[in-house]
């Protein structure tokens, strides 16, 4: 089975996430569904890079990015295992949209919670969510800066071969 | 006394606020995310924020002012303070929080601010 193309898995967590009901209608997001934004990593001319992207994320919006693809193991066999984050930038707290999108029914594809829906149906349900805030110094100019990044893995289903 | 430096930056100060404060600011103090004084309208250079982000209308500003007239107003200024600036060319308008504090000699103020609200 061949590798499922990152950037298809990002547009499909984000119409999952599009579709919880509770957490496009929040005033923690300031546009609803069009709050919900993907950094795709693109090497051509004129783009830049997540830490730009996420240093001038709008407030109210939530992004969301691939942070990789590794090997590993799953029910003991090899697959493929595609990491991913979500960075908050809430109208609020962090802890409120982490909630929401974690215990979220996504009514796409299949009016499950989120942690336990399958993006596509190549993919397993998203495991080692986690949420982690940090506060970092980016440089003179901007100081300390916070930040606040969900991740989690999507595993692919079956063997890779 | 001040020294001959510190007189000459003061005079610098004042000139240049006179010349490119060309914005009233409004300016709350805040405790822990709590109000805690009126506003203070006062006048401020805005500092293209160009330099910190590379695009405009984002989520910085930088903003300069008189530590004189924060005295006047009764504000000693902290992280956590809230700016309110309005719309310009450079700056999305709305509420700004505090980031970092910079003080010179003369009496100059700079407010590095991030706009963490819509």
Known sequence: MAMTDPDILTDAIIASLQSIDALVTSDLLRAGAQSIIAYKTNMEEGFVNIEDFVLQQDAGTIVVFWRGTRTGIFDKKDTIKHDFGISLKPNGRASQIFTMIREGVCAVPEGRKFKLTQVTTDVRPPEDMACTNRSVYIAGNFGVREFSDITFTLTERGIDN | ?118
């Open chain 2, 1 to 118: 006394m001040d020294s001959f430096f510190e007189q000459q930056l003061a005079v610098l100060n004042a000139q240049m606020l006179s010349s490119f404060g060309t914005e009233t600011i409004s300016y709350q103090r805040r405790i822990a995310g709590t109000e805690a004084g009126g506003d203070a309208d006062l006048q401020a250079v805005p500092i293209d924020p160009l330099r910190l982000e590379g695009f405009t209308n984002g989520n910085f500003a930088v903003r300069w002012l008189q530590k004189q007239d924060l005295e006047e107003a009764n504000i000693t200024p902290a992280k956590g303070d809230i700016v309110r600036l309005a719309d310009g060319t450079f700056t999305r308008g709305g509420n700004y929080t505090v980031m970092q504090i910079q003080e010179d000699l003369g009496g100059g103020v700079r407010l590095v601010l991030e706009r963490r609200s819509t």
